[in-house]
């Protein structure tokens, strides 16, 4: 049980463009879902913390026009890379609270060209 | 602000061999401490936490962690590593009473095992 899933798994996009990433909860619920960002050889770094029927809580430095945010549903958070650069290219992952716990997705590889 | 540091980078352990890997923490109290495993591709898998008692814990796939506060530390170990532990390894610390939110993650530890 507490499985999370994340779609796409990888994803290459023209610079300019926007990219939607889905994490959802399969088998629980989850008022509370967390996005993280990992760059190569380093750590997760928590962006931001979503709650279902709220907006999200960024992190500081995030920009949260650019990394958009939507919880709508108890078992589904998206995040949305706008106007993506090269910058932008990394692995996102997103994580679901369930318990004492957090259940961690397999990750979404962004390629921004 | 709090912090997670993993010392070694990438460690090379033989099939059998005991192994530990390290974490030292700064935080303003006590923090929840965790441990989880990265294989390839796959996402982050809980292998042992440590909230307040018995301050040595043990997990799943054989390991267990040793919480010291007068070191800050809470280091991975595991008697007899099996080809299958290959992965990367995070330490990570969240806020005490909060559950498990808002975690800091350290930089990880690659593990590889030589046959």
């Known amino acids: 049980g507490a499985v999370v899933s994340q779609h796409p798994s990888r994803v290459i996009c023209k610079s300019g463009t926007s990219v939607k990433i889905e994490c959802r909860s399969l088998d629980f619920q989850a008022t509370t879902m967390f996005w993280y960002r990992q760059f190569p050889k380093q750590s997760l770094m928590l962006m931001a913390t979503s709650n279902e029927g709220s907006k999200a809580t960024y992190e500081q430095g995030v920009e949260k026009d650019k990394f958009l945010i939507n919880h709508a549903s108890l078992t589904l958070s998206t995040l949305t890379v706008t106007s993506a650069h090269p910058e932008d290219s990394s692995f996102y992952i997103c994580s679901a609270r369930f318990r004492d716990e957090q259940f961690f997705g397999p990750g979404t590889r962004l390629t921004v060209l | 602000a709090q912090s997670v540091t993993q010392p070694d980078i990438h460690i090379t352990v033989s099939e059998g061999a005991s192994l530990e890997l390290r974490c030292n923490y700064s935080?303003?109290?006590?923090?929840?401490l965790f441990w989880y495993v990265q294989s390839p591709g796959q996402g982050l898998q809980l292998l042992l936490k440590y909230f307040s008692g018995d301050t040595l814990v043990q997990g799943i796939k054989g390991f267990e962690a040793e919480f010291k506060r007068s070191q800050s530390s809470f280091n991975l170990r595991k008697p007899s590593v099996h080809w299958s532990d290959a992965a990367e390894y995070f330490c990570?610390?969240?806020?005490?009473?909060?559950?498990?939110?808002?975690?800091?993650f350290g930089t990880g530890t690659r593990l590889t095992i030589i046959p």
């Open positions: 990570a610390v969240g806020p005490p009473h909060r559950g498990n939110e808002k975690l800091t």
């Open positions: 935080y303003g109290a006590t923090p929840y």
